[in-house]
């Protein structure tokens, strides 16, 4: 079915350490996946995305890996900040012509100082 | 701020009432999305319009009547709706429904069915 999980719902760590958070995706046809961010009162923020043609993308203090043969997608950020402290969802589109996104339910980061 | 503006914040309203969401942009983009976020829930795709066309219905119940009257707007009118339907609706929007364009995302709106 058309799914995406993600493995822990909250993940603590203390500030500086290097934060890793999973998701598992369940459709082998998804092309394009996504990292967004959602603080509370926000809605969710863009962090980086990677095409299913890649393995691997890096971006400022974050880089996501693709695993195309168990369906897994991780996000990791570095020297991890109080700022990042949020919920962080994974979402991979179904291709077609609507842009439509299957999200995960989310992963809570915790930033202890 | 991500260009996407969302109006009301809060709403509460009661079962019997009638209300709309509304939904700006000013990113010049050619999409636009309602999402359903509830709590210990995934992000719920409702709508998807492209260049004032809906393109998508995800099984929307019709309590829920969306209308695009142009690319930059996008309201969601809301009438008998029940204590369930409960939750944040975002609103976001896209370059294009095409390809991967990143979706930007609105505040939402907190919603409140008595």
């Known amino acids: 079915g058309e799914s995406v999980g993600l493995h822990l719902p909250t993940l603590s760590v203390q500030e500086g350490d290097n934060s890793i958070i999973n998701c598992a995706y369940s459709?082998?046809?998804?092309?394009?996946f996504i990292w967004y961010k959602q603080e509370s009162g926000k809605g969710p923020q863009f962090i980086i995305d990677?095409?299913?043609?890649?393995d691997k993308r890096q971006g400022q203090r974050v880089t996501v890996l693709l695993n195309k043969t168990v369906k897994h997608l991780s996000l990791q950020i570095a020297a991890t900040q109080p700022g990042d402290s949020a919920v962080y969802f994974c979402?991979?589109?179904?291709?077609?012509?609507?842009?439509?996104?299957?999200f995960g339910q989310g992963t809570t980061l915790q930033v202890k100082p | 701020e991500t260009g996407v503006t969302q109006t009301p914040r809060h709403l509460v309203m009661g079962m019997t009432n009638k209300k709309s969401l509304k939904c700006e942009q000013h990113?010049?983009?050619?999409?636009m999305y309602w999402y359903k976020q509830s709590a210990k829930k995934p992000l719920e795709l409702m709508f998807v319009?492209?260049?004032?066309?809906?393109?998508e219905n995800n099984s929307v119940p019709s309590r829920f009547s969306p209308e695009c009257p142009n690319s930059s707007h996008l309201f969601l009118h809301l009438h008998t709706l029940q204590p369930e339907d409960s939750a944040l609706y975002l609103c976001?929007?896209?370059?294009?429904?095409?390809?991967?364009?990143?979706?930007?995302f609105g505040p939402g709106t907190r919603l409140t069915v008595l």
């Open positions: 976001a929007s896209s370059l294009g429904v095409a390809g991967v364009d990143t979706q930007y």
């Open positions: 459709n082998s046809a998804s092309d394009y």
């Open positions: 990677i095409r299913s043609n890649m």
């Open positions: 979402a991979e589109r179904i291709p077609g012509n609507t842009g439509k996104l299957i």
């Open positions: 990113l010049g983009h050619n999409a």
């Open positions: 319009y492209s260049l004032e066309e809906r393109v």
